[in-house]
């Protein structure tokens, strides 16, 4: 059958929706991705009999399990398990876990979709995936929050494995959860190694790999905004978020001389127009990863900022944004009110932050916009080179690790411009990091027969 790329699209997305019925956070991000493969594909006519796209967009497999444990009050709690494991063609399975209250099946096979692609940009071997629950942390006590890492790994210690698939955290996992989750995997297993990254720095975990996120994200931006001749110096910066990721790009970005003025969690957002600096970023780390407590008792603490209340940052005026908090965080109008208001440039670092409405109008202002695939990779970078101290039973430097992160940023970058320059000479940063990273799976694939 001929295909032009539109008609490609059609016909393969009416297949995705009629084969994954109600998914719409999957349909979303296989849309836009292929979307940009199209013209690739129909110029390549052996992945379409090869059915290349149709077996990267149905997971090699999907484990979804129950997850019962007792609250403190002694009451029986039941959340759902998931881990959805992608593709293998060119590493063992790698990506995070989510415990949040929204986690679904369309939501983690969208992340794992999406980590296929952005796992192939490192440049290291990792094959794709993502895992979760519905389990909500917050307001959890500590004893909450382990007794329910120990039941969950007790069903998924038997689909991982440090050569098979390596979990790590993502929204609602940090440090103390892949602690408790690591435990109970040595207690079943009885065995100590590299099955979990992002763990402590005393137990085998590598240096940097909490900043790496978000650290990664502005290396990327500084790329970015190099090609046009800018960097972060004097720029006014808005992060929204204020987890891992908007807490080490709050971070970054003020070390590279730009004044970060928001950031925000699920109940709304605190503009200080004085700037985050490394004092009050201090605080919110405290407030967040110690006391778990939320963004607006910032105003408390520095009463020249404003807490909005239900609102997101975007309505306000900045130079870069930076969403670093959750999917679809940034919609149509939103984008619109950021351009108005002079944005130019918006790099991701969480994972589809942008409604397809809001990259439309990114793309069509002509700003610099580059998806969470390529600009937040620097977390699972990282994390494979924590896999790589593991094997190799050493641990690198922060400087060595740095490094590293900063290298593979900038050699993500440039596979962006390599695969997404148009003819006019403007980096289409979406086009580039889904093609580039999908060349390279494509290529395993083929080599590997169907499997
Ligand atoms: P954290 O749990 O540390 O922080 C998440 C932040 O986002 C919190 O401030 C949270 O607020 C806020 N948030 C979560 N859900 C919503 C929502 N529905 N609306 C508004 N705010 C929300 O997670 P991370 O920082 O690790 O992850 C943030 C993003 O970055 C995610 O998209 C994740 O997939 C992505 N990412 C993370 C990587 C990592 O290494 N950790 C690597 C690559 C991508 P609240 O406290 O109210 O829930």
Not at 140 to 169: N, W, Y
Not at 290 to 319: F, H, L, M, N, S
Request: charged residues 25%.
């Amino acid at each position: 059958m001929y295909y032009t790329a539109e008609s490609y699209v059609k016909d393969f997305m009416d297949g995705i929706i009629a084969r994954n019925p109600g998914e719409n956070e999957f349909h979303q991000a296989v849309r836009e991705v292929v979307t940009s493969l199209a013209p690739y594909i129909v110029a390549h006519p052996y992945l379409i009999d090869r059915k290349i796209m149709e077996r990267i967009a149905e997971p090699e497999r999907v484990i979804i399990f129950r997850v019962p444990w007792i609250d403190d009050e002694g009451n029986v709690q039941i959340n759902r398990g998931f881990r959805v494991q992608m593709n293998s063609a060119i590493g063992p399975y790698k990506g995070g876990i989510r415990f949040h209250a929204s986690v679904n099946l369309s939501i983690m096979k969208f992340l794992a979709f999406e980590q296929t692609f952005k796992n192939s940009l490192t440049t290291l071997p990792m094959g794709g995936a993502k895992g979760g629950s519905d389990f909500n942390p917050r307001g959890k006590s500590d004893d909450e929050v382990m007794k329910f890492c120990q039941s969950f790994m007790t069903e998924l210690f038997r689909h991982i494995g440090k050569d098979t698939d390596v979990p790590a955290g993502d929204i609602g996992v940090g440090g103390r959860e892949i602690g408790y989750l690591f435990g109970q995997y040595k207690r079943l297993r009885d065995e100590w190694g590299g099955v979990l990254t992002g763990k402590g720095l005393g137990w085998g975990g590598s240096p940097l790999r909490p900043e790496a996120t978000g650290y990664g994200l502005c290396y990327f931006t500084s790329e970015m905004l190099a090609t046009r001749g800018d960097s972060f110096e004097g720029k006014t910066v808005l992060v929204s978020g204020s987890g891992n990721v908007a807490q080490h790009a709050t971070e970054k970005a003020t070390q590279l001389g730009g004044k970060v003025v928001t950031m925000s969690d699920s109940n709304g957002f605190i503009y200080d127009p004085d700037g985050i600096d490394a004092e009050k970023l201090a605080y919110v780390k405290e407030l967040k990863n110690v006391y778990r407590g939320r963004i607006r008792e910032y105003v408390e603490k520095y009463p020249t900022a404003t807490y909005y209340p239900d609102q997101r940052p975007w309505c306000i005026k900045c130079d870069i944004a930076l969403p670093c908090a959750t999917q679809n965080e940034i919609n149509e109008e939103e984008a619109k009110m950021l351009i108005a208001n002079g944005c130019t440039c918006v790099a991701e670092g969480a994972n589809m932050p942008s409604e397809p409405g809001a990259i439309a109008v990114f793309q069509e202002a002509g700003i610099l916009y580059s998806p969470g695939k390529a600009s937040n990779a620097g977390g699972v970078a990282t994390s494979g080179l924590e896999m790589t101290q593991n094997s190799m039973r050493l641990k690198w430097t922060p400087e060595e690790v740095d490094a590293q992160l900063h290298r593979i940023m900038k050699d993500i970058h440039e596979a962006c411009v390599k695969y997404g320059k148009d003819e006019n000479g403007n980096v289409n940063y979406v086009n580039g990091a889904n093609i580039a990273g999908f060349i390279k799976v494509a290529d395993a694939m083929m080599a590997q027969g169907l499997v």
